[in-house]
């Protein structure tokens, strides 16, 4: 048996979070997030609904929607499907937790290291989304959420505040290229 | 003399005096200048030599359409070839190089060319160079790429970058003359989403290149007045150095943004040009005209070039090709060039016009009803020779001569649909038809409306409408008063006298003899001749060739023009570099990696990484002393079979699969039975398609009565997930049942062989009983690792040892592989890569990608009992066709040399012994092949007709491409354990 704990490495391969900064934009490697995947039983939407606002406030958006409650965030996938974002600090077994609430009227899947999260901020990161996305990323207002191809790579793009602050979900293999094209991105416009 | 065509005003900046050099020699310019105006600047006419018959040439045109002044710019490996010098920026340093001559541009040997043209007519080279045939590759053809083409490549790597981009509006408007600046104002006050494009430098089209356009402001002021207001409006996106080169379907166009073509190398990190696709919701196309020429025996000679690129060179660039021009025109459009350049002191020889009716003038003579009949002047224009009136001839010496045959709407975009233009008899010119969806509209001269006043009003007015389509209220804003002269103009295509050669496509060398050469040939559909002259090809495409040939084509046939119609137009409307559409996407950014989970820890060891998909796997593992890959392999190999190894199997597919009827799901997307596979245990399954063949096998393992992982091979992982999604959806939406990847989420390792039971112990937490009665072959469960580390272990085996896949969360997975490694010490753990992987489970005689190839039945596989006939399942009936099932069809068997030196190879095929090795006597072929340790051999597996029935047989293996033809024993594909005890210990 084993004494000593394992020590996690982040999306990137390193023990702290890789944080960039390229003229006013700065690009962080989030590893704080714990995600779970929640997908509702066949016709059991509405009592899922009513079993997580119940217990934790949380309201599943509509597509291209995001919703807040407390800690949590939770993000349209598919039809009938979310994504739920928690801190990983307060919720260390986050999709037991879920599945707790949701019981049988949902599938919960954990989803925390299938995902690479870069948080995005800057005075105007549109031009940066423009060369990465077929997003009208200038419409986008704080809120919304919606999944768009960057470089091949299949992600999740989540507006906080309108053209200064975004959060980028992608598949945890590619984080060192998917980080690489933001940071490109970043280099072409600063 | 430094800039002795050098005229009064323009819109350069004469306090920013440039140098550049051409062909080696150096001169001076404007910034504001292009390459073009400050050659002309410096007198210099002669730029290139033709295509075929490498012709002097000069620069035509004032634009994108230039067919002649193409350049090799810059040096090293940023030179670029058939750079139009109209369309370059002059910056400080510039260099560019003549093309397609030699030794030099003014003396070129290959000019030989054109005094042999009587042998080089349309479609010579399918006439003459036939024979002997061998001589066509290397002799013929070599000859002609040398003698004939436009610039050179340097064979270097583009040292540039290029970005790709996306762009959202509700109205593109393509052009920025008077009609695209009204539609902008338009558009822009009204509140919508606006891109102007603007493939020059600056905005304004013609307004920056005539005079007295407006009646009551200068044309330059009022578009730096819409401008002005337009940067000021944040819905309002202004691009200029900006092409719109195709437009696509649902609104969608193509557009290269040249944001460091005007500098000598682009800023570090900065790209060189932008690819960007534009989602319009509207389009409205106001790319104006091109003007036309009209042909006459050698029309084609430095100094002859379009009216209206005569009149922007004075007016904008302020420059004169020569101090003494002359006009041939067709139309009142000519004479204008006429007035602005004799307004600008330049000496107006004669103003030749074939009409009778035409304008008259104090300052110059008008010769109406007269003709050019011919040119001379070796390596620049000297004089014309004009055919008056009456008949008689006169030499007019002139150093450049204005063509105005007329002007041709810019219809391309409005025709890259399929679209077709219709030809409008009125003003003699093709006009775009009505799109009918409305996405894109048009505007000004693009439209067909050549005055000021009706380009600016028709600009606004569809500007509204197409808002009005939006729901956006939009109104015509006030606009300048503008000149509004009506068209005048005879048709006058080409002079119909001498026997000499008249030139219709400048670029591709094509002449009014070769149309008519087509036409005798029988090359009578516009689609042929163009391809059988080659008339409208290369970079220009024929902006300023076409509709003369179109007109000189409907001629010869007896036809209008109508009836003769246009060829098809495609995009790219001007030349894009092929780096732009790369993009970033080139060398190792061609395509984003994967990594596995310990890839950081197996690059610190050495390993060896190979592609499979996106991912980067270990190969195999070399360690000190060992110099070829055979040495690390066998070495892997013979560690799992002897103590314990490790491998990251992370990129196997995972696919969570939940809900009620998550069993029953699976039974039917298995061939066989999944219904009653107990909690806590895998199940090896096999998936057909409809058409009855495997698609891919793997394990499912069941966590919970509603709750199954299923692993695919790594290449199918996509593919699996994408055709289990289809049947969820499409076949049985009333199963509940929810899939998701979990491909990433679990780091997972195989830990293989005699030991791996004693290593895990070490690392799973005591609460687990991994012994061979509580966790047997075949067993599952959640557990935790290293003080409470939530895992997954399933007890499997690829590679027929007592075997284990353990998983964790992804990010610790480099840690566990550090784990396992220093708990494996006393067992000497290896770690082993992918070509162990593939010899271990060859010896086993599993199927993997090779043998799933799309082509196999589970009875190839030696799986056919496996496809349950008690449940229905994907592709179970089509299984059964007879074809499919006969019983001397292909079977998996393993081989053998006899000779245990000699190496079978993969692709080999199996022919029986004395049978001649062709087609008709194959008998199978070689899918896997690996030199075994374990065996002591090469050994093979291999699909062998009837090949359950000749196992201890004989078989020829054949590859005529390696030189192989050896003799081999066929076998069980099992050469290892073939009860499978080695797995259950």
Same mark, same amino acid.
Request: proline fraction near 5%; include cysteine; charge should be negative.
């Given at each position: 048996?084993?004494?000593?704990?394992?020590?996690?490495?982040?999306?990137?391969?390193?023990?702290?979070?890789?944080?960039?900064?390229?003229?006013?934009?700065?690009?962080?490697?989030?590893?704080?997030?714990?995600?779970?995947?929640?997908?509702?039983?066949?016709?059991?939407?509405?009592?899922?609904?009513?079993?997580?606002?119940?217990?934790?406030?949380?309201?599943?958006?509509?597509?291209?929607?995001?919703?807040?409650?407390?800690?949590?965030?939770?993000?349209?996938?598919?039809?009938?499907?979310?994504?739920?974002?928690?801190?990983?600090?307060?919720?260390?077994?986050?999709?037991?937790?879920?599945?707790?609430?949701?019981?049988?009227?949902?599938?919960?899947?954990?989803?925390?290291?299938?995902?690479?999260?870069?948080?995005?901020?800057?005075?105007?990161?549109?031009?940066?989304?423009?060369?990465?996305?077929?997003?009208?990323?200038?419409?986008?207002?704080?809120?919304?959420?919606?999944?768009?191809?960057?470089?091949?790579?299949?992600?999740?793009?989540?507006?906080?505040?309108?053209?200064?602050?975004?959060?980028?979900?992608?598949?945890?293999?590619?984080?060192?290229?998917?980080?690489?094209?933001?940071?490109?991105?970043?280099?072409?416009?600063? | 003399?430094?800039?002795?065509?050098?005229?009064?005003?323009?819109?350069?900046?004469?306090?920013?005096?440039?140098?550049?050099?051409?062909?080696?020699?150096?001169?001076?310019?404007?910034?504001?200048?292009?390459?073009?105006?400050?050659?002309?600047?410096?007198?210099?006419?002669?730029?290139?030599?033709?295509?075929?018959?490498?012709?002097?040439?000069?620069?035509?045109?004032?634009?994108?359409?230039?067919?002649?002044?193409?350049?090799?710019?810059?040096?090293?490996?940023?030179?670029?070839?058939?750079?139009?010098?109209?369309?370059?920026?002059?910056?400080?340093?510039?260099?560019?190089?003549?093309?397609?001559?030699?030794?030099?541009?003014?003396?070129?040997?290959?000019?030989?060319?054109?005094?042999?043209?009587?042998?080089?007519?349309?479609?010579?080279?399918? =006439?003459?160079?036939?024979?002997?045939?061998?001589?066509?590759?290397?002799?013929?053809?070599?000859?002609?790429?040398?003698?004939?083409?436009?610039?050179?490549?340097?064979?270097?790597?583009?040292?540039?970058?290029?970005?790709?981009?996306?762009?959202?509006?509700?109205?593109?408007?393509?052009?920025?003359?008077?009609?695209?600046?009204?539609?902008?104002?338009?558009?822009?006050?009204?509140?919508?989403?606006?891109?102007?494009?603007?493939?020059?430098?600056?905005?304004?089209?013609?307004?920056?290149?005539?005079?007295?356009?407006?009646?009551?402001?200068?044309?330059?002021?009022?578009?730096?007045?819409?401008?002005?207001?337009?940067?000021?409006?944040?819905?309002?996106?202004?691009?200029?150095?900006?092409?719109?080169?195709?437009?696509?379907?649902?609104?969608?166009?193509?557009?290269?943004?040249?944001?460091?073509?005007?500098?000598?190398?682009?800023?570090?990190?900065?790209?060189?040009?932008?690819?960007?696709?534009?989602?319009?919701?509207?389009?409205?196309?106001?790319?104006?005209?091109?003007?036309?020429?009209?042909?006459?025996?050698? *029309?084609?000679?430095?100094?002859?070039?379009?009216?209206?690129?005569?009149?922007?060179?004075?007016?904008?660039?302020?420059?004169?090709?020569?101090?003494?021009?002359?006009?041939?025109? *067709?139309?009142?459009?000519?004479?204008?060039?006429?007035?602005?350049?004799?307004?600008?002191?330049?000496?107006?020889?004669?103003?030749?016009?074939?009409?009778?009716?035409?304008?008259?003038?104090?300052?110059?003579?008008?010769?109406?009803?007269?003709?050019?009949?011919?040119?001379?002047?070796?390596?620049?224009?000297?004089?014309?020779?004009?055919?008056?009136?009456?008949?008689?001839?006169?030499?007019?010496?002139?150093?450049?001569?204005?063509?105005?045959?007329?002007?041709?709407?810019?219809?391309?975009?409005?025709?890259?649909?399929?679209?077709?233009?219709?030809?409008?008899?009125?003003?003699?010119?093709?006009?775009?038809?009505?799109?009918?969806?409305?996405?894109?509209?048009?505007?000004?001269?693009?439209?067909?409306?050549?005055?000021?006043?009706?380009?600016?009003?028709?600009?606004?007015?569809?500007?509204?409408?197409?808002?009005?389509?939006?729901?956006?209220?939009?109104?015509?804003?006030?606009?300048?008063?503008?000149?509004?002269?009506?068209?005048?103009?005879?048709?006058?295509?080409?002079?119909?006298?001498?026997?000499?050669?008249?030139?219709?496509?400048?670029? *591709?060398?094509?002449?009014?003899?070769?149309?008519?050469?087509?036409?005798?040939?029988?090359?009578?559909?516009?689609?042929?001749?163009?391809?059988?002259?080659?008339?409208?090809?290369?970079?220009?495409?024929?902006?300023?060739?076409?509709?003369?040939?179109?007109?000189?084509?409907?001629?010869?046939?007896?036809?209008?023009?109508?009836?003769?119609?246009?060829?098809?137009?495609?995009?790219?409307?001007?030349?894009?570099?092929?780096?732009?559409?790369?993009?970033?996407?080139?060398?190792?950014?061609?395509?984003?990696?994967?990594?596995?989970?310990?890839?950081?820890?197996?690059?610190?060891?050495?390993?060896?990484?190979?592609?499979?998909?996106?991912?980067?796997?270990?190969?195999?593992?070399?360690?000190?002393?060992?110099?070829?890959?055979?040495?690390?392999?066998?070495?892997?190999?013979?560690?799992?079979?002897?103590?314990?190894?490790?491998?990251?199997?992370?990129?196997?597919?995972?696919?969570?699969?939940?809900?009620?009827?998550?069993?029953?799901?699976?039974?039917?997307?298995?061939?066989?039975?999944?219904?009653?596979?107990?909690?806590?245990?895998?199940?090896?399954?096999?998936?057909?398609?409809?058409?009855?063949?495997?698609?891919?096998?793997?394990?499912?393992?069941?966590?919970?009565?509603?709750?199954?992982?299923?692993?695919?091979?790594?290449?199918?992982?996509?593919?699996?997930?994408?055709?289990?999604?289809?049947?969820?959806?499409?076949?049985?939406?009333?199963?509940?049942?929810?899939?998701?990847?979990?491909?990433?989420?679990?780091?997972?390792?195989?830990?293989?062989?005699?030991?791996?039971?004693?290593?895990?112990?070490?690392?799973?937490?005591?609460?687990?009983?991994?012994?061979?009665?509580?966790?047997?072959?075949?067993?599952?469960?959640?557990?935790?690792?290293?003080?409470?580390?939530?895992?997954?272990?399933?007890?499997?085996?690829?590679?027929?040892?007592?075997?284990?896949?353990?998983?964790?969360?992804?990010?610790?997975?480099?840690?566990?592989?550090?784990?396992?490694?220093?708990?494996?010490?006393?067992?000497?753990?290896?770690?082993?890569?992918?070509?162990?992987?593939?010899?271990?489970?060859?010896?086993?005689?599993?199927?993997?990608?090779?043998?799933?190839?799309?082509?196999?039945?589970?009875?190839?596989?030696?799986?056919?009992?496996?496809?349950?006939?008690?449940?229905?399942?994907?592709?179970?009936?089509?299984?059964?066709?007879?074809?499919?099932?006969?019983?001397?069809?292909?079977?998996?068997?393993?081989? =053998?040399?006899? *000779?245990?030196?000699?190496?079978?190879?993969?692709?080999?095929?199996?022919?029986?012994?004395?049978?001649?090795?062709?087609?008709?006597?194959?008998?199978?072929?070689?899918?896997?092949?690996?030199?075994?340790?374990?065996?002591?051999?090469?050994?093979?597996?291999?699909?062998?007709?009837?090949?359950?029935?000749?196992?201890?047989?004989?078989?020829?293996?054949?590859?005529?491409?390696?030189?192989?033809?050896?003799?081999?024993?066929?076998?069980?594909?099992?050469?290892?354990?073939?009860?499978?005890?080695?797995?259950?210990?």
């Amino acid at each position: 048996m084993s004494e000593q704990l394992l020590a996690p490495l982040t999306a990137l391969g390193n023990d702290t979070p890789v944080v960039v900064t390229i003229g006013g934009i700065t690009i962080c490697e989030n590893p704080d997030l714990t995600i779970a995947s929640l997908a509702a039983r066949k016709d059991r939407g509405a009592e899922l609904h009513s079993k997580l606002q119940a217990d934790t406030k949380v309201q599943l958006p509509d597509p291209g929607k995001m919703m807040f409650a407390e800690d949590v965030a939770a993000i349209w996938t598919g039809v009938e499907q979310w994504l739920l974002l928690a801190p990983i600090s307060s919720h260390p077994d986050y999709a037991a937790e879920v599945k707790t609430v949701v019981a049988d009227s949902a599938s919960v899947t954990e989803q925390t290291d299938g995902w690479v999260v870069f948080d995005i901020a800057g005075n105007n990161l549109i031009p940066m989304l423009e060369r990465l996305c077929n997003l009208n990323s200038k419409a986008l207002s704080s809120g919304e959420a919606t999944r768009c191809l960057i470089e091949h790579l299949g992600c999740l793009i989540i507006c906080r505040e309108s053209g200064r602050e975004f959060t980028i979900l992608g598949p945890r293999s590619s984080a060192a290229s998917l980080h690489h094209s933001l940071v490109t991105a970043a280099k072409s416009i600063a | 003399m430094s800039q002795k065509n050098r005229l009064v005003g323009g819109q350069i900046d004469r306090s920013r005096p440039l140098s550049f050099a051409f062909d080696g020699k150096n001169y001076e310019g404007y910034a504001g200048d292009t390459l073009a105006s400050a050659l002309l600047a410096n007198d210099v006419r002669l730029m290139g030599r033709s295509f075929k018959y490498h012709r002097p040439r000069g620069v035509f045109s004032a634009g994108s359409e230039e067919p002649n002044a193409l350049v090799e710019l810059r040096s090293g490996a940023r030179q670029e070839p058939n750079t139009r010098a109209t369309m370059t920026e002059l910056y400080d340093g510039l260099t560019a190089m003549s093309q397609n001559r030699f030794p030099s541009l003014r003396f070129d040997m290959l000019a030989f060319n054109d005094a042999l043209s009587s042998f080089l007519s349309a479609g010579f080279y399918y =006439k003459t160079f036939m024979w002997p045939p061998a001589f066509w590759e290397k002799l013929y053809e070599p000859a002609i790429r040398r003698a004939a083409g436009l610039g050179r490549l340097s064979g270097k790597e583009d040292p540039d970058s290029y970005d790709k981009g996306f762009l959202h509006c509700d109205l593109l408007i393509i052009g920025s003359g008077p009609s695209g600046l009204a539609a902008a104002l338009t558009a822009g006050r009204a509140g919508a989403e606006v891109i102007l494009a603007e493939e020059d430098v600056v905005f304004g089209g013609r307004l920056l290149a005539e005079q007295n356009l407006l009646t009551e402001q200068c044309g330059n002021e009022w578009v730096s007045d819409v401008i002005g207001e337009l940067s000021s409006l944040p819905n309002v996106r202004l691009m200029t150095r900006t092409t719109i080169f195709g437009q696509y379907d649902h609104g969608i166009f193509g557009a290269v943004e040249r944001v460091s073509d005007h500098l000598p190398e682009p800023p570090a990190d900065k790209p060189r040009q932008i690819l960007w696709r534009i989602y319009a919701k509207r389009a409205l196309l106001a790319a104006g005209a091109t003007e036309r020429p009209i042909t006459f025996e050698n *029309n084609d000679r430095p100094g002859v070039m379009l009216a209206g690129a005569m009149r922007a060179y004075a007016n904008r660039w302020a420059v004169t090709a020569s101090t003494d021009i002359a006009i041939f025109t *067709n139309n009142d459009d000519g004479h204008r060039t006429a007035w602005d350049l004799d307004a600008k002191g330049v000496n107006i020889a004669a103003v030749i016009d074939s009409r009778m009716d035409t304008p008259s003038s104090t300052e110059f003579e008008v010769l109406s009803g007269a003709q050019i009949l011919d040119s001379h002047g070796r390596l620049g224009l000297r004089s014309v020779k004009v055919r008056l009136k009456d008949g008689s001839t006169r030499e007019i010496s002139c150093g450049a001569l204005g063509l105005s045959g007329g002007w041709n709407p810019n219809v391309h975009l409005a025709c890259h649909k399929r679209g077709r233009p219709v030809w409008n008899e009125t003003i003699s010119t093709f006009v775009p038809a009505s799109s009918g969806d409305h996405l894109l509209r048009i505007a000004g001269a693009a439209a067909g409306i050549f005055s000021t006043h009706g380009a600016l009003h028709s600009g606004a007015e569809e500007a509204v409408k197409a808002l009005n389509d939006l729901d956006v209220s939009a109104h015509v804003p006030e606009l300048p008063e503008a000149e509004d002269a009506p068209v005048k103009i005879t048709p006058f295509w080409y002079v119909k006298s001498g026997k000499g050669r008249a030139w219709l496509d400048l670029q *591709n060398d094509v002449t009014v003899k070769d149309v008519q050469l087509a036409h005798q040939e029988g090359f009578r559909s516009v689609e042929h001749m163009k391809r059988y002259t080659t008339l409208g090809m290369a970079t220009d495409q024929g902006k300023t060739a076409n509709v003369g040939a179109l007109a000189l084509l409907a001629e010869l046939e007896g036809k209008t023009i109508t009836e003769i119609g246009t060829t098809i137009f495609r995009p790219p409307y001007t030349p894009v570099s092929m780096g732009t559409f790369a993009g970033r996407s080139r060398g190792k950014d061609f395509r984003p990696y994967r990594l596995t989970p310990s890839h950081k820890w197996a690059a610190e060891q050495g390993a060896v990484f190979v592609e499979a998909g996106n991912w980067l796997r270990a190969q195999w593992f070399p360690t000190q002393g060992e110099t070829h890959w055979r040495q690390s392999v066998d070495r892997e190999v013979l560690a799992v079979r002897k103590s314990v190894g490790a491998c990251d199997v992370t990129t196997l597919g995972k696919i969570d699969v939940q809900g009620a009827d998550a069993a029953e799901f699976l039974n039917h997307i298995y061939c066989n039975g999944f219904a009653k596979l107990p909690v806590g245990k895998v199940r090896y399954g096999l998936m057909l398609r409809e058409d009855g063949l495997a698609m891919d096998d793997g394990t499912a393992a069941r966590l919970a009565e509603d709750h199954f992982v299923v692993t695919t091979t790594t290449a199918n992982a996509v593919p699996v997930f994408r055709h289990m999604e289809f049947y969820r959806q499409c076949l049985w939406p009333g199963l509940d049942v929810q899939l998701i990847s979990t491909t990433e989420a679990w780091a997972q390792f195989a830990v293989a062989g005699p030991n791996a039971r004693k290593l895990l112990q070490k690392v799973i937490d005591p609460a687990y009983d991994i012994s061979n009665e509580a966790f047997p072959y075949m067993a599952c469960g959640e557990i935790t690792v290293c003080g409470d580390l939530r895992a997954r272990l399933f007890r499997i085996s690829f590679s027929g040892e007592l075997a284990y896949e353990i998983a964790v969360p992804t990010r610790y997975g480099d840690a566990l592989i550090r784990r396992l490694m220093e708990a494996g010490k006393e067992f000497d753990i290896t770690p082993y890569g992918t070509e162990a992987l593939g010899v271990l489970r060859i010896e086993k005689g599993h199927a993997a990608g090779n043998e799933l190839n799309g082509q196999s039945t589970a009875a190839m596989l030696g799986m056919g009992r496996m496809v349950s006939q008690k449940k229905d399942s994907i592709g179970r009936v089509l299984a059964g066709r007879p074809y499919l099932q006969r019983e001397d069809d292909y079977r998996l068997v393993g081989l =053998k040399p006899v *000779n245990s030196k000699e190496t079978i190879l993969a692709g080999a095929h199996l022919m029986t012994a004395g049978d001649t090795v062709n087609a008709a006597n194959d008998q199978g072929w070689v899918t896997s092949a690996a030199y075994s340790p374990h065996v002591g051999s090469s050994i093979a597996l291999a699909f062998l007709k009837n090949g359950e029935a000749r196992h201890g047989g004989m078989i020829r293996i054949v590859s005529p491409l390696d030189n192989l033809d050896i003799e081999g024993e066929v076998t069980s594909p099992h050469f290892i354990d073939p009860e499978g005890d080695r797995l259950r210990v």
